[in-house]
């Protein structure tokens, strides 16, 4: 669509990054007015959950892209690390935030899955913002369509192949961004009061979310035009959201356990 969204001689402002930007500004402020129920102690506690997120996120997410997309060369590698135009895995952002809270819980002794439990309540609603990044740059761009919704990218500045601009494909971003905004209002508006009166366990929201977005996820692979096919002809990003779909899974009996009694 329109991957650089302003341009003043040799500086550019790109679509995607000034989209993750304002879904991450409006994502501080939700986590802002929960950070007491989330067992933040101070403001230094909220804004080191912040980086760590922000950290984390970038980090899994950067080095997932790179295994998945990337040549490894040189050439390739080092400015898709650093580049602000080009995107990066959702999933790997999930092991990279997941890895980065668990150590800030333990160093900062805040009970981890609550907190957990707050990260993934918002983690849709940001990446509903990023998903509109995709849409804007080109990248994740879906297979060819003959359904009155599908789009078509002009632009030779988007991630979109040559061979495909101007070519009406699926618009497997704005799916995955409708997707994701469903999870985000249905946690927010039909679970999370539940569980703040303490009629849900910790966990229920981080399993919910692992198992909701692994779901969108492995049908929304099916349209998608840059995935490659492997394993059991299953895209990479499908595998993955199984294993998603099973740590979900993994989270909701456990948070169900009935409490260990000594005798």
């Not at 990248?139 to 060819?144: N, W």
């Not at 966990?203 to 099916?222: K, M, N, Q, W």
Request: aromatic fraction near 14%; charge should be positive; proline fraction near 6%.
């Amino acid at each position: 669509m329109h991957p650089v969204l302003l341009a003043l001689g040799n500086w550019h402002l790109f679509s995607y990054g000034t989209l993750i930007a304002l879904g991450g500004a409006l994502s501080c402020g939700i986590w802002h007015s929960k950070r007491v129920q989330m067992g933040l102690k101070t403001e230094d506690d909220f804004w080191l959950l912040i980086n760590v997120i922000l950290f984390g996120g970038f980090l899994g997410g950067r080095i997932l892209f790179i295994i998945e997309y990337v040549p490894f060369t040189a050439a390739d590698v080092i400015p898709a690390v650093f580049s602000f135009s080009k995107g990066f895995s959702v999933l790997g952002a999930f092991v990279g935030v997941v890895s980065g809270v668990g150590i800030m819980a333990r160093r900062r002794r805040i009970a981890f899955l609550r907190l957990l439990d707050y990260v993934s309540l918002v983690a849709p609603f940001w990446h509903v913002f990023g998903r509109l990044g995709c849409f804007a740059a080109g990248c994740c761009y879906g297979r060819p369509s003959g359904l009155p919704w599908a789009v078509r990218f002009r632009d030779p500045a988007s991630l979109v192949p040559e061979n495909l601009l101007g070519i009406p494909l699926h618009p497997t971003q704005l799916y995955e961004a409708s997707g994701d905004l469903g999870i985000f209002v249905a946690m927010y508006f039909l679970i999370l009061p539940r569980f703040e009166r303490g009629r849900l366990q910790p966990g229920t929201l981080t399993g919910l979310y692992f198992a909701s977005y692994g779901v969108l996820r492995f049908f929304t692979e099916f349209y998608r035009g840059d995935a490659v096919r492997g394993f059991l002809g299953m895209t990479a990003g499908q595998l993955l959201s199984v294993a998603l779909i099973a740590a979900g899974a993994v989270v909701a009996v456990w948070v169900r356990r009935p409490p260990c009694i000594p005798t």
